[in-house]
């Protein structure tokens, strides 16, 4: 089946912006989330938006979805060090578990 | 706060012996999740559980099995442990069943298991 995509990799400097992208499989998807994993840890939910949304803020983060083109992206203002991390699309289709992007690795240098 | 704890951090087990991963959450929740972690490979779902005793098969079920006694706990059992199953295995919780309302779903901190 379809996977949900993700680039594997972004390097930035801080203060600068990250901009994360994602495709995801399933225009019904009724939620798609954005999770964030540290080194050596589990994963944790950053933020969420529903499909009937098209743009949700919150403090540093921003996310965008496109419907039609079944696109998230999240971007992250004035990255810091702490920022980087793997960060984690997901959607949820009805009936199913959350359907996992491979991640990309968010590297933020000084 | 949401808790899903999972029994141990590090594991080294033998190629056939038989492994238990446990996992437990404390908010009551109906769905329990299995996800393995491998580099360049992300999540991928191994099981999943929607009630006590209920399991479902998830995208690479081959190898495991799962138990799901009491609403808190859902173990992963490897029955006979196999090199290729060494990785990075992530337990989650989620309150609500089917596509209804918010899923957001709750890890736990990870098992690495190495098979040896």
């Known amino acids: 089946g379809e996977d949900v995509e993700q680039s594997l990799f972004l390097s930035v400097r801080e203060g600068d912006s990250s901009v994360i992208n994602c495709t995801y499989t399933?225009?019904?998807?009724?939620?798609l989330y954005w999770y964030k994993q540290e080194p050596g840890a589990g994963l944790q939910l950053l933020t969420y938006?529903?499909?009937?949304?098209d743009m949700k803020q919150d403090q540093r983060l921003t996310v965008l979805l496109n419907k039609k083109d079944k696109h998230l992206s999240l971007r992250i203002a004035d990255t810091q060090t702490g920022d980087s991390a793997i960060y984690f699309c997901?959607?949820?289709?009805?009936?199913?578990?959350?359907?996992f992007g491979k991640g990309t690795t968010l590297s933020v240098s000084s | 706060d949401v808790k899903v704890t999972q029994s141990s951090r590090y594991l080294v087990k033998r190629t056939g012996e038989k492994v238990f991963l446990e996992c437990v959450q404390d908010?009551?929740?109906?769905?329990m999740f299995w996800y393995r972690q491998d580099p360049g490979l992300g999540l991928r779902l191994i099981y999943f559980?929607?009630?006590?005793?209920?399991?479902e098969k998830g995208d690479i079920p081959e190898g495991y099995s799962v138990s799901r006694e009491k609403k808190e706990r859902f173990s992963l059992i490897l029955e006979s442990a196999s090199t290729n199953q060494t990785s990075m295995y992530l337990c989650?919780?989620?309150?609500?069943?089917?596509?209804?309302?918010?899923?957001?779903?709750?890890f736990g901190q990870g098992t690495r298991l190495t098979v040896v």
């Open positions: 989650a919780s989620s309150l609500l069943p089917g596509g209804r309302g918010g899923t957001e779903a709750f």
């Open positions: 399933d225009s019904s998807s009724t939620y």
């Open positions: 938006i529903f499909s009937n949304m």
């Open positions: 997901a959607e949820k289709q009805a009936g199913t578990a959350l359907i």
């Open positions: 908010m009551d929740h109906e769905n």
């Open positions: 559980s929607y009630d006590v005793k209920m399991k």
